[in-house]
């Protein structure tokens, strides 16, 4: 396919955000005009971050713009992460006619369209220098923000190593796309209290069809649904908004920009393409080895996923770690050590799972072998290369893992006593 470079004008602009602690620092952005293929102009922001990095892509809702996004991509471009706002085609400050203006007759031809805009608004952005372009997130708020977002990724997989996602819904294509993106970290989120239902249900939907074992879901609770008034793509002004739909969330839910904007940092800056595996999302795989003895099948599951993606987790380390300290409890440590040493076989340079493995050799009376795994957790912690467990890594744990591992070669040495 070929790409079509965008044009586009630039002016500068001042944009204020709102940082955790409440503070309004100043963050330069620059209004770009970008050039679709057809010659519409897509009125868009770019938040330049001050050293070179990754790239993320925002869509908006149908009835808001681009500009609900301002405090995200300011805190984005802060934290080293190149933003870009746009107005879809039809809205907000850009030319054309928006989707739900578009005749029946016309609307094949101008769907082509709209997926040109697609890419050129993400070619503007990789283009741009310092951009890292194989490292790119992308978000999308309302029905027309999130299908732009998974069609977005869906058309340039290889470059969309994240992906968040608010009170939408998409095609069957987007969710076939989902179900076949096992190495795509994914944030959802959807409250109870959207006005457009039943978005809610779409959400899980989408969130269902993933298959990243990183998938995770922000769903915030409220005593029942709000009523079904009118469909969102279709609604400017018909529905009352009363901040439970896609970027309204933010007024009700001020810790929502900081969860997404840290979601980005964790998936683009510290560990590109990877986001801590979930325990909702791993509760298959957790329930198979804690009630179906399936130690055996979830380890070939794990290698298989490696064989794909090397760094791939399948399940929280903690989470595995109360299965197996829940064989200890129940005096069977022998399915506790095979259930320690998937956890181990996970997360091979961590103190605290060879710790555990320890208490559970220790138990079952294989000395020699909890000898060993509480040697390696002390040798860990004072190398002080890695953390000390991949859910914490605070003084006082590093301290409680320790002590733990220190107490089982004290029993050791008195046995032997």
Not at 182 to 192: Q, W
Not at 314 to 322: A, V
Not at 348 to 359: C, P, R
Request: proline fraction near 7%; aromatic fraction near 8%; hydrophobic fraction near 40%.
């Amino acid at each position: 396919m070929k790409i079509l470079i965008p044009t586009f004008f630039v002016s500068s602009v001042l944009v204020l955000s709102v940082t955790a602690s409440g503070e309004r620092p100043k963050s330069a952005a620059s209004v770009v005009d970008i050039k679709t293929p057809d010659g519409t102009i897509l009125k868009a922001t770019y938040f330049a971050a001050a050293k070179p990095g990754p790239g993320v892509l925002l869509f908006h809702q149908s009835n808001r713009t681009r500009k609900s996004w301002d405090d995200v991509a300011a805190r984005l471009a802060a934290a080293g992460i190149n933003t870009l706002t746009v107005d879809s085609r039809g809205f907000g400050d850009s030319g054309g006619t928006p989707d739900y203006k578009v005749p029946d007759a016309e609307w094949a031809k101008v769907r082509n369209l709209y997926k040109g805009d697609l890419d050129t608004a993400f070619q503007y952005l990789i283009s741009q220098p310092g951009v890292t372009r194989d490292s790119i997130g992308i978000g999308g708020a309302g029905v027309i923000g999130v299908e732009n977002s998974v069609e977005n990724a869906r058309r340039h997989s290889a470059q969309v190593k994240s992906l968040v996602l608010l009170s939408g819904e998409t095609s069957r294509p987007g969710l076939q796309f989902l179900h076949d993106s096992p190495g795509l970290p994914e944030l959802f989120v959807v409250s109870d209290d959207d006005e457009y239902p039943p978005i809610e249900e779409a959400m899980q939907l989408l969130y269902a069809s993933a298959s990243s074992p990183s998938k995770k879901l922000v769903h915030y609770v409220e005593p029942e649904e709000a009523p079904w008034l009118w469909y969102e793509p279709f609604d400017i002004g018909k529905v009352p908004a009363h901040g439970g739909h896609g970027t309204d969330m933010f007024k009700p839910h001020p810790e929502l920009p900081g969860i997404i904007v840290h979601w980005f940092v964790t998936t683009l800056l510290k560990t590109p393409g990877q986001a801590p595996a979930d325990a909702v999302a791993a509760a298959p795989i957790l329930e198979q080895v804690e009630l179906e003895n399936g130690v055996p099948q979830v380890t070939q599951q794990l290698l298989e996923a490696r064989k794909r993606h090397p760094e791939v987790q399948l399940w929280p380390e903690i989470s595995m770690t109360t299965i197996g300290e829940d064989f200890m409890r129940a005096g069977d440590p022998k399915s506790a050590i095979e259930v320690l040493k998937l956890n181990l076989l996970a997360y091979s340079d961590s103190a605290d799972a060879h710790e555990n493995l320890a208490e559970a050799y220790l138990q079952d009376g294989q000395n020699d072998l909890a000898r060993q795994h509480a040697e390696k957790a002390l040798a860990i912690l004072e190398a002080h290369t890695v953390p000390a467990s991949s859910w914490t890594d605070t003084d006082e744990y590093r301290g409680e893992i320790r002590r733990s591992a220190q107490k089982t070669l004290k029993q050791l040495s008195e046995k032997q006593g």
